[in-house]
């Protein structure tokens, strides 16, 4: 079992930023892959972005690009998704999880076993 706790949404401006944060414990592994993704009202999950735990490449979808930084502390077991330059469309419910196999990146919401309960962030206009 994993236990993946989200923390760091909030209500931000336009241009604005903010930092997620994603606590894993249970049975964590430094060749974990990690994914953060959003779930806006009445719409599909979406992936945001995912990197490995042991010094994998990092991965992002078009509308993070450019914006969205993720990154890892292996010594707190904790995934970090930083966001600049928010837009009023970033605005959904931010979740991290661990895919089904551990090592393998996806953009998949299928693909993905442990998940977190979710961190609300909404941006302003």
């Known amino acids: 079992q994993v236990q993946l706790v989200e923390s760091g949404g909030g209500l931000v401006q336009a241009g604005g930023s903010l930092r997620l944060s994603c606590a894993a414990s249970?049975?964590?592994?430094?060749?974990?892959?990690m994914g953060w993704f959003r779930q806006a009202p009445g719409t599909e999950r979406e992936f945001v972005a995912a990197?490995?735990?042991?010094?994998?490449?990092?991965y992002y979808a078009h509308s993070a690009t450019g914006r969205f930084t993720i990154s890892r502390d292996n010594a707190k077991n904790t995934v970090y998704l930083q966001m600049n330059s928010l837009k009023p469309e970033d605005t959904a419910v931010y979740y991290c999880?661990?895919?089904?196999?551990?090592?393998?990146?996806?953009?998949?919401?299928?693909?993905?076993?442990?998940w977190g309960q979710g961190t609300q962030v909404t941006v302003s206009s």
């Open positions: 999880a661990v895919p089904f196999a551990r090592g393998v990146v996806s953009g998949n919401v299928g693909d993905y076993e442990y």
């Open positions: 249970g049975r964590t592994s430094s060749n974990f892959v």
């Open positions: 990197l490995a735990w042991s010094g994998g490449g990092t």
